[in-house]
């Protein structure tokens, strides 16, 4: 089992930054992938970026390359996500999840654990 807390999240104005942390407990040395979510108000779930534990293998959405940047501190069993020149579509609910297996980063419904989920609001 594996247990996911997000934080971080807030309220910030267009072009600024904000850093989220994931802290794991439990069995993580079992994950292979830890990712980041979000849910924006009525849309679908969706991809923002993901790394591999072992070697620290990223994969990002289009959109947030070259704003957002995901990195993991093993040792701490943390990972943050860097999210700089913020706009207002980025306001989602931002959630941490875990990957048990070794493929398809991208894909939430092959995530294994969950967080609660950490608000940021991008004003204008």
């Known amino acids: 089992q594996v247990q996911l807390v997000e934080s971080g999240g807030g309220l910030v104005q267009a072009g600024g930054s904000l850093r989220l942390s994931c802290a794991a407990s439990g069995r993580t040395s079992s994950t292979y992938f830890m990712g980041w979510f979000r849910r924006a108000p009525g849309k679908d779930r969706e991809f923002v970026a993901a790394?591999?534990?072992?070697?620290?293998?990223?994969y990002y959405k289009d959109s947030v390359k070259g704003r957002f940047t995901i990195s993991r501190d093993n040792a701490k069993n943390t990972v943050y996500l860097q999210m700089s020149s913020l706009k207002p579509e980025d306001t989602a609910v931002y959630y941490c999840?875990?990957?048990?297996?070794?493929?398809?980063?991208?894909?939430?419904?092959?995530?294994?654990?969950w967080g609660q989920g950490t608000q940021v609001t991008v004003s204008s």
């Open positions: 790394i591999r534990r072992n070697d620290g293998n990223t």
């Open positions: 999840a875990a990957k048990i297996s070794n493929y398809y980063p991208t894909l939430p419904s092959l995530y294994d654990y």
